[in-house]
T-cell receptor, first 117, second 118 residues
Framework: AQSVTQLDSQVPVFEEAPVELRCNYSSSVSVYLFWYVQYPNQGLQLLLKYLSGSTLVKGINGFEAEFNKSQTSFHLRKPSVHISDTAEYFCAVKFNRSGGSNYKLTFGKGTLLTVNP | DSGVTQTPKHLITATGQRVTLRCSPRSGDLSVYWYQQSLDQGLQFLIQYYNGEERAKGNILERFSAQQFPDLHSELNLSSLELGDSALYFC?????????????????FGPGTRLTVL
């Protein structure tokens, strides 16, 4: 079965500390991978994406993620977080079924990142 | 600002009622997606339209329906509402693979409509 797992529901960190939010997926087909951020009472904003090419992708706000095909992971990292990074982060996967024409995203349950002073 | 607009922003209604949520995609995007976000189910895909035609269905209840109009805006109709339908409903749009290749998979989300059923 195809699924997306975010291993941590909550991650508290101190300001200026590094952070890693973990995402694993289960799939027998190729994938496209995305991280979205949702600030309180707002919609989803795309942080970064992996479609093809370099497995290390850089996104907005200093975030980056690395696609690891053998470990079926797409962990999100930031070397130094700010208070303003406090938000919920969602990993999303598009499973590329052959002949498929639908492009729905399957989301993880989300990780609430709380940055404390 | 993603370029995707949704109205209304908030909606409060009673059980048994019917509501319509509206979405306007980004200029040039042909695909529209509807998602439901609730505390217990998380973010769930409901339905996708591409250039006016239904392309995929997810966990959408029979009480729910959607359509995409010739001007590409979309409406999600929710009827016989129940308390459990209270959620945040997002619309997203993308170029669509035929037009944009792999990049067509990138979805841009609107701000959502928060539905409260009392």
């Amino acid at each position: 079965a195809q699924s997306v797992t975010q291993l941590d529901s909550q991650v508290p960190v101190f300001e200026e500390a590094p952070v890693e939010l973990r995402c694993n997926y289960s799939s027998s087909v190729s994938v496209y991978l995305f991280w979205y951020v949702q600030y309180p009472n707002q919609g989803l904003q795309l942080l970064l994406k992996y479609l093809s090419g370099s497995t290390l992708v850089k996104g907005i706000n200093g975030f980056e993620a690395e696609f690891n095909k053998s470990q079926t992971s797409f962990h999100l990292r930031k070397p130094s977080v700010h208070i303003s990074d406090t938000a919920e982060y969602f990993c999303a996967v598009k499973f590329n079924r052959s002949g498929g024409s639908n492009y729905k995203l399957t989301f993880g349950k989300g990780t609430l990142l709380t940055v404390n002073p | 600002d993603s370029g995707v607009t949704q109205t209304p922003k908030h909606l409060i209604t009673a059980t048994g009622q019917r509501v319509t949520l509206r979405c306007s995609p980004r200029s040039g995007d042909l695909s529209v997606y509807w998602y439901q976000q609730s505390l217990d189910q998380g973010l769930q895909f409901l339905i996708q339209y591409y250039n006016g035609e239904e392309r995929a269905k997810g966990n959408i209840l029979e009480r729910f329906s959607a359509q995409q109009f010739p001007d590409l805006h979309s409406e999600l109709n929710l009827s016989s509402l129940e308390l459990g339908d209270s959620a945040l409903y997002f619309c997203a749009s993308s170029v669509g693979r035929l037009a944009g290749g792999a990049r067509g998979n990138e979805q841009f989300f609107g701000p959502g409509t928060r539905l409260t059923v009392l």
